[in-house]
């Protein structure tokens, strides 16, 4: 939760810096590189640690993270420095946490097979992807609330409780050793996840359909730019509409977990994805705060489904002592892709106009899906039970 807010917020903080809808791109941007640069390196890291003392470090950082954004908002750093300042200290901040995030992705996916049974990790993970959606909505919205409120300086203070609190249950859970593994140099162990991900078709068919539909249909990095200038709704507004997909993903991620999915869920998966870019063009064509919403709502829908799909693939596919290894293929392609979409966004809303450049990467998400449909016939069959 605490995370989700300081995603929101710095959207929001930046865009108020600068008024630029690039800059929303560039924070993407300084995000992902060392988040993809240093992912392979974090899966054998993962897979070679104590998965458990990752985490606690992995949230630590953040909240280190967070304390430094939070001396930067001060009216003291203001008078003493320039908006430039500012701006610049933010993004090398966001540039730290892409360092952390790259080893707390895969971390934070593979510690959920040594937590619970494996004939209950379907059902695991779609609680997971619950639990985390929910943090999702609370923190989007909550944050849109706390700046109408608090302002920047007291939301961070907010994020900082929020993480301390995360930080000391993380710490309830016990060690988790990893799992027995051969000695292997460094490259080779990285060489051995990559190949197994190349192999296994299922895994990778999902991971890049995903990373196209996410990286064309990034829409949500451009809502402070559509709460602010088209809908004109202010810091509340531009909450609920972050929350929007959230709450339709939670609703799906309920239902699927009382009623899961028995068959053809690679081409639910797809039609899922496709769905989602239709509901990406109708936000970019709307000019009222209801629609835009609806449409956010039932692209969350359609995502909740695809993220409880692709995670489900990933984790009953994956062996254990791989499973750092892949969770990094998986957080370059899953977790990169916003950040890569979030960046395409902000670059073709200034080459072609805010509007223009949300239907576009909607159309080219639904062209993505039927290029998968026809080239990955072994996603397209896909079932488990």
């Not at 001396?71 to 090398?92: D, E, M, N, P």
């Not at 959230?246 to 869920?265: E, H, N, Y």
């Amino acid at each position: 939760m605490g995370l989700r807010m300081m995603g929101t917020l710095v959207g929001w903080w930046m865009y108020e810096l600068t008024n630029d809808p690039l800059a929303l791109g560039i924070i993407g941007l300084a995000e992902v590189i060392p988040a993809v640069s240093m992912a392979l390196y974090a899966g054998h890291v993962v897979d070679q640690s104590d998965r458990r003392n990752i985490v606690i470090r992995s949230v630590l950082f953040y909240g280190i993270c967070v304390a430094l954004l939070l001396f930067v908002s001060t009216a003291f750093f203001q008078q003493q420095f320039g908006k430039s300042t500012i701006i610049l200290l933010i993004y090398i901040i966001i540039f730290i946490t892409g360092i952390i995030r790259a080893f707390s992705g895969p971390s934070f996916g593979a510690i959920i097979s040594q937590l619970v049974p494996r004939n209950s990790l379907p059902n695991a993970v779609t609680w997971s992807q619950g639990t985390w959606l929910s943090a999702s909505v609370t923190g989007h919205a909550l944050a849109g609330f706390l700046i109408a409120g608090f302002g920047i300086t007291g939301t961070l203070t907010a994020i900082i409780l929020s993480i301390s609190l995360a930080l000391l249950i993380f710490n309830t859970i016990a060690h988790k050793p990893a799992p027995p593994q051969s000695e292997k140099k460094t490259w080779e162990s990285v060489k051995e996840g990559i190949r197994y991900v190349y192999k296994t078709k299922e895994i990778l068919g999902a991971l890049v359909l995903d990373l196209f539909a996410v990286l064309f249909g990034g829409a949500v990095a451009l809502v402070p730019v559509f709460a602010k200038d088209i809908l004109k709704v202010g810091p509340i507004g531009f909450g609920w509409l972050n929350a929007a997909a959230d709450f339709g993903a939670i609703l799906v991620v309920i239902i699927l977990t009382v009623f899961p999915l028995r068959k053809q869920q690679g081409k639910v998966l797809l039609f899922a994805v496709a769905g989602f870019g239709v509901t990406i063009i109708i936000f970019g064509l709307s000019e009222l705060f209801w629609l835009s919403f609806a449409a956010l709502f039932v692209g969350g829908i359609l995502d909740g489904i695809s993220i409880v799909v692709r995670g489900t693939i990933v984790q009953l596919k994956t062996p254990d002592a791989l499973r750092g290894r892949v969770m990094s293929v998986n957080s370059m392609f899953i977790n990169s892709s916003n950040e890569l979409g979030q960046f395409e966004s902000g670059v073709m809303a200034k080459l072609m106009g805010v509007v223009p450049s949300v239907i576009f990467g909607g159309c080219m998400t639904v062209a993505v899906v039927i290029a998968t449909w026809f080239k990955a016939p072994t996603l397209r069959k896909l079932e488990y039970e």
